[in-house]
C-alpha cells in the first residue's frame, strides 16, 4: 500500500543539540510539506517544499523528490521545539489525496 | 487576519448519537478538507470540498458525510458513532481547486476532540 514511513519515531534531545528526521515516501509524491503539532493538537505549517532546500530560522528542510524522501533539520534545539513532526504529501497513486506519515515525537529536555 | 476556526472545540457523544462539526476557512480560501486524526498516530484524510462539491473522499464509510455551504465553511457529519470514531478531527483550508497545485499549502484549525462513550 502507499506509504509515508517517517523515522526516527521518537527522538529525545537536550537542549541545544541538532537532529535530523526523516520522510520516506513509497510512490512518487507532490506538495510535500512539514508540521509541528504542538501539545494541544494544532498543526503548525513549517514548510512547503516539493523539492531543494528551505530554512526557516533553526529549521530547514530538504526535499529531494527523485529519491521519494525529505529531511527536516532543528538546529540549537530549544525545549518549545517538542512536540510531533509530520511530514505530509500528495501522492499520485493515492488519488491526490495528502497523506500523512506517523510522525515522529520530539523532547527536548532543558 | 483570522485563521482556520473549527467548533465545538471538544465534544462528548454515547455511541449511536449523531455529531456535526464545524470549520470556518481562512478568508478567501474556498477549498476545505476533513481529517480524523486518531491518538497516536498521523491525520487521516476524509474529505475535501471546493466550491460546494465534493472533490475527494477517503476510505471512511458512508456513516461520514459533510458538506460546504456558499461561504465557503463546512460541517461534517457523522452517524452512529461508534467508540472507535473517537478522535480529533482537523479541517484545513487552501486556495487551490485540488491539492495537486504546486501553490497549494494546507492550513489546519484547531481540531476538535471528540469522545464517544
Known amino acids: 500500500g502507499i506509504q509515508v514511513e517517517q523515522s526516527p519515531p521518537d527522538l529525545i534531545l537536550q537542549e541545544g543539540a541538532n537532529s535530523t528526521l526523516r520522510c520516506n515516501f513509497s510512490d512518487s509524491v507532490n506538495n510535500l510539506q512539514w508540521f509541528h503539532q504542538n501539545p494541544w493538537g494544532q498543526l503548525i505549517n513549517l514548510f512547503y517544499i516539493p523539492s531543494g532546500t528551505k530554512q526557516n530560522g533553526r529549521l530547514s528542510a530538504t526535499t529531494v523528490a527523485t529519491e521519494r524522501y525529505s529531511l527536516l533539520y532543528i538546529s540549537s534545539s530549544q525545549t518549545t521545539d517538542s512536540g510531533v513532526y509530520f511530514c505530509?504529501?500528495?501522492?499520485?497513486?493515492?488519488?491526490?489525496?495528502?497523506?500523512f506519515g506517523g510522525g515522529t515525537r520530539v523532547l527536548v529536555k532543558p | 487576519d483570522a485563521g482556520v476556526t473549527q467548533s465545538p472545540t471538544h465534544l462528548i457523544k454515547t455511541r449511536g448519537q449523531h455529531v456535526t462539526l464545524r470549520c470556518s476557512p481562512i478568508s478567501g480560501h474556498k477549498s476545505v478538507s476533513w481529517y480524523q486524526q486518531v491518538l497516536g498516530q498521523g491525520p487521516q484524510f476524509i474529505f475535501q470540498?471546493?466550491?460546494?462539491?465534493?472533490?475527494g473522499r477517503g476510505n471512511f464509510p458512508d456513516r461520514f458525510s459533510a458538506r460546504q455551504f456558499p461561504n465557503y465553511s463546512s460541517e461534517l457529519n457523522v452517524n452512529a458513532l461508534l467508540l472507535g470514531d473517537s478522535a480529533l478531527y482537523l479541517c484545513?483550508?487552501?486556495?487551490?481547486?485540488?491539492?495537486?497545485?504546486?501553490?497549494?499549502?494546507?492550513?489546519f484549525g484547531p481540531g476538535t476532540r471528540l469522545t464517544v462513550l
Open positions: 470540498y471546493y466550491e460546494k462539491e465534493e472533490r
Open positions: 484545513a483550508s487552501s486556495l487551490a481547486r485540488l491539492a495537486g497545485l504546486s501553490t497549494d499549502t494546507q492550513y
Open positions: 505530509a504529501g500528495l501522492i499520485k497513486a493515492a488519488g491526490n489525496k495528502l497523506t
